[in-house]
């Protein structure tokens, strides 16, 4: 077959990122003997098995070639950056520079993306002067790339300074600023862009409709949904990005109800849910206390086969625990490999939850024996179940052999399990010197163990002797202060407890009015 038929064929391969005829293309060569030190042969083939993945096999051919061409060496770079080996892919370039082979435009889009990958800002500041030296600072596709590294490694002013001074813009460039705010959490910025956008003559796509949705799907809800119903009167089809940020998001937000809506839409409508779409949406079952729901979702992943990776377990095993089924979190717990530590947490914070105690202990010594080393999120599991239990001597046990041979750095909420250990069985003079020698340290949930202590066992005069730090502190919720105010009533102290009121007016603190959830059978998700 004539050489210029096979580097045809190589690069149909590459455009369909298909390596089995590709193999076949390189056996041929190498059995026919056609010269591949040279030419472009050679860099074909790099293109294609590191297209396909294939880095290592890209890598063997690249290393046999004499003076690989600007196209191989892009293609080593983009391949390494893609695999998520970005200081490789930053040491072609610089072995591409000894080589004194001139960069292209893809030369530094490809670099760009393992600066990102690496949040290497220094090499990427040195990228843009040479971008600049070189005269690439007119090429659109080079400048986006900037845009996106200055955003995504924390340079978004200068990300936008540059964005402001590029001359020529395409649909891509104000995405990129767009995705830079939202990812941000500057929503107004990336909602005020969005409009100026379309104002410019640049119709948004599907990316640019997900980024302004996903950044308004996590803090604002309703503007989210806004979004994304004039993306679907807009003639743009949703797709699992934006279907998936707005199912997390309602979640996340506890709008369980419109979660589960968007998520029948989602079945009806299509796309096919993945696993991030059933991750996001299982907690909406328990937040409601849906058995029932959150048993169809379960059926549905087992009919679909979407796979049961460790996200979805401790997706299920939590929310199987919310719903108060300590059998069904176990039956996935008992089906799922035991090697990922999130899995047995999740099951130990299950038995806690239902004052199974013991369970949980034995559920942790048995996670040591099978050699799965525990976690900072393991400890607090098993220390709250302890405090729950009322097992004083062994959650300090715990404790201690946590603090001296675990190697685990001590965190707040381990402190805040130990002063709920130590308030709920009566030791609160203990609990009280442990707090007042934490400093800064003390956060909300300290706070609202140890006041909860003092209230059980009508020890006023230890609260009273943290009210001062207390309502010094930045609360943002109101348990704490609640809580204070309750004793204080108690004790008659209605002076402090308009001083409290007061200090939750001011800092626009409020106590939420208790609800509670009925169960409906959730039949209208079809499932």
Known sequence: MPVNRLETLLHCCIKSKVLKPAKQIHSQLLATGIEMEYGYLSSKLVGVYAGCGDVSS???IFESIKKPSVFAWNWMISASAFQGDCENALKYFCQM????????????????????????????????????????????????SLVDMYSKCGELEFARKLFDEMRDKNVATWTLMICGYSHKGELEESLELFKQMKLQGFEPNEFTWNAVITGFSQNDCDKAFELFCKMKAGGITPDLVT???????????YQSEVALMLFRDMLILGPHPNSVTIAGLLPACGFIGSLHAGKAIHGLILRRKLGMNIFMVTALINMYSKCGSVNYALNVFDRTPKSDVAAWNAMIGCYGKH?????AIKLFERMQEENVQPNQ???TSVL?????GGLVEKGLEIFLHMKEKSGIE???????CMIDILGRSGRLTEAYQLVKGMGEEINESIIGAFLNGCRIHGRSDLAMGMAEEILGMDLKKPGGFVTLSNICAANGEWEM??????????KRVHKKAGSSWIDEKYGFLGL
């Open 377 to 379: 999120v393991t400890f």
């Open 384 to 388: 709250s179940a302890c405090s729950h």
């Open 58 to 60: 890209a890598a063997k």
């Open 243 to 253: 279907w998936n940020a707005m199912i997390s998001g309602f979640t996340r937000n």
């Open 97 to 144: 520079q000894k080589a004194q082979v001139f960069p292209n435009k893809y030369t530094f889009s490809c670099v760009l993306k393992a600066c990102v990958g690496s949040m290497d800002i220094r090499k990427g500041r040195e990228l843009h002067c040479m971008v600049i030296k070189i005269g690439f600072g007119y090429e659109v596709s080079v400048m986006n």
């Open 355 to 359: 004052g199974m105690v013991p369970a």
């Open 497 to 506: 407890v308009e001083n409290v009121r007061e200090l939750m007016k001011k």
């Open 410 to 416: 001590l965190s707040q909420e381990h402190l805040a």
